[in-house]
Nanobody, 128 residues
């Protein structure tokens, strides 16, 4: 059982940077694929990026590729989302997610139904 707690959201100007953190409480963090989703005002929830258990593979949505970077520290049981060159369209509630069923897989799932643990979300607002 994983409990996820996001932090690091806030208000930033366009072109700025933020780093989101997600702390997990479970004992087998390295067995989980981790990811980030977001939901902007009036928009559907969308996949942002994901990382496999040992951190060797990542995958990003086209909208954030080259600007966002996911990393993880398995010893600390934390996953990060570094967001650079932020745009107003990045404004959203960002959710940390975990999937338990892809252990040892290189594959990064991108559907919300693929992830069985969700955090409460942290708000990111980018002003123009």
């Amino acid at each position: 059982q994983e409990q996820l707690a996001e932090s690091g959201g806030g208000l930033v100007q366009a072109g700025g940077s933020l780093r989101l953190s997600c702390a997990a409480s479970g004992r087998t963090f390295s067995n989980y694929h981790m990811g980030w989703f977001r939901q902007g005002p009036g928009k559907e929830r969308e996949f942002v990026g994901g990382i496999n258990g040992d951190g060797a593979n990542t995958f990003y949505a086209d909208s954030v590729k080259g600007r966002f970077t996911i990393s993880r520290d398995n010893a600390k049981k934390i996953v990060y989302l570094q967001m650079d060159n932020l745009k107003p369209e990045d404004t959203a509630l960002y959710f940390c997610v975990a999937a338990s069923q892809y252990r040892n897989s290189w594959y990064i799932p991108i559907e919300s139904s693929d992830y069985n643990y969700w955090g409460q979300g942290t708000q990111v607002t980018v002003s123009s």
